[in-house]
């Protein structure tokens, strides 16, 4: 690794069209300050420039930009990056219940697709904005984008359920202690999956994998088993510059290769990297 891009290529040939479907950009903070009593600080080294770089060495195609938390409702600079990106590129963004239709559709027109809560300490947004900001976004065609403990996935079930807009969830459930799949959480994670409406990103397994490299085996396992089991409805991400690890990121190109041995053939991977985000943000197929 040199800093936030691996030092070598993966050994896996990604498809043409694969999507990062949750990755972060940072940007010059005389132009993109963060807010001074944010608890977040912007990723040094975690710009546009950078990213697509790291595109190019792993093979990807098409990224979701997903706004930092550091920013708040600020989303310049995820617009910035998603104008670079062009037609490869999607946003979820952070609105609150101030922005009113014209901006929501301004959002819309500039790629955005998703808003994004984010249910753990120093989040923007609680768990009192989720359904009226649902009700909000549906008619624009935008999911909830969210992060929580999946620990407590089913205590929130019918709530999440009831939304009127589909629902992704980040990083394999983002249990903050890792799991066996008998865990009441992941249990209604799978039968939240089953109904159609909700999507599952199988990345981070880093961020909360107390057995850690070379494989991150206790969080994979969780990864292997929704890929398996709920293929239509699972999307891949490298969650890069990795704000969860600052000074310690972990190598994308092992990442892109542990994804590719859960998936265990290019089908699949066509399937999660290609085909599905193109059903879920609105990429053309192929």
Same mark, same amino acid.
């Given at each position: 690794? !040199? /800093? ?6 993966? =050994? ?6 694969? $999507? ?15 807010? %001074? ?11 546009i ?8 060495t792993?093979?990807? !195609? @098409? ?7 550091a920013?708040?409702? *600020? ?7 998603l104008?670079?990106?062009g037609?490869d ?7 609150d ?10 959002? !819309?027109?500039? /790629?955005?697709?998703?808003l ?5 300490p ?14 909000? &976004? ?5 999911? &909830?984008?969210?992060?929580m ?7 929130? #079930?019918?709530? &999440? ?7 992704? &969830?980040?990083?394999? /459930?983002?249990?903050? #202690? ?8 992941f249990?209604?994670? $799978? ?7 909700v ?7 880093? #961020? ?8 991150y ?7 292997? !088993?929704?890929i398996?089991?709920? %293929?239509e @409805? $699972? ?10 690890k ?21 089908? =699949? ?5 290609? *085909?599905n %985000? ?6 053309? #197929?192929?």
């Open positions: 690794m !040199t /800093g936030l891009l691996p030092a070598n290529p993966p =050994r896996t040939r990604l498809p043409a069209g694969a $999507c990062d479907c949750h990755m972060h950009i940072y940007g010059d903070p005389a132009l993109y300050p963060a807010p %001074p009593d944010s608890p977040f600080k912007p990723v040094p080294g975690g710009s420039d950078a990213y697509m770089a790291l595109r190019a792993l093979g990807l !195609t @098409r990224a979701v930009v997903v706004q930092p938390s920013y708040g409702t *600020d989303n310049r600079c995820t617009l910035m990056a104008e670079r990106l037609q590129g999607r946003a979820v963004v952070v609105v219940d101030t922005a009113d239709d014209a901006e929501l559709q301004r959002l !819309t027109g500039a /790629g955005a697709r998703g994004r809560f984010f249910m753990l120093g989040g923007v947004l609680g768990w009192e904005k989720l359904a009226p900001l649902a009700a909000r &976004i549906a008619p624009f065609g935008w999911h &909830i984008q969210l992060q403990d999946g620990r407590f996935l089913h205590d929130r #079930e019918a709530e &999440i359920m009831a939304l009127p807009c589909p629902v992704v &969830i980040d990083h394999n /459930g983002k249990f903050l #202690e890792p799991v066996d799949t008998d865990h009441p959480g249990r209604a994670l $799978c039968r939240m999956l089953d109904s159609g409406k999507w599952v990103k199988t990345s981070g397994v880093y #961020e909360t994998s107390k057995t850690g490299l070379p494989d085996a206790d969080v994979a396992k969780l990864a292997r !088993t929704l398996d089991r709920f %293929p @409805r $699972c999307v891949w991400a490298t969650n890069w510059p990795h704000p969860s600052p000074g310690d990121p972990p190598d994308d190109a092992l990442l892109v290769d542990l994804f590719a041995a859960w998936c265990g053939s290019e089908a =699949r991977m066509q399937q999660i990297l290609v *085909d %985000p193109a059903t879920l943000y609105g990429f053309e #197929e192929g």
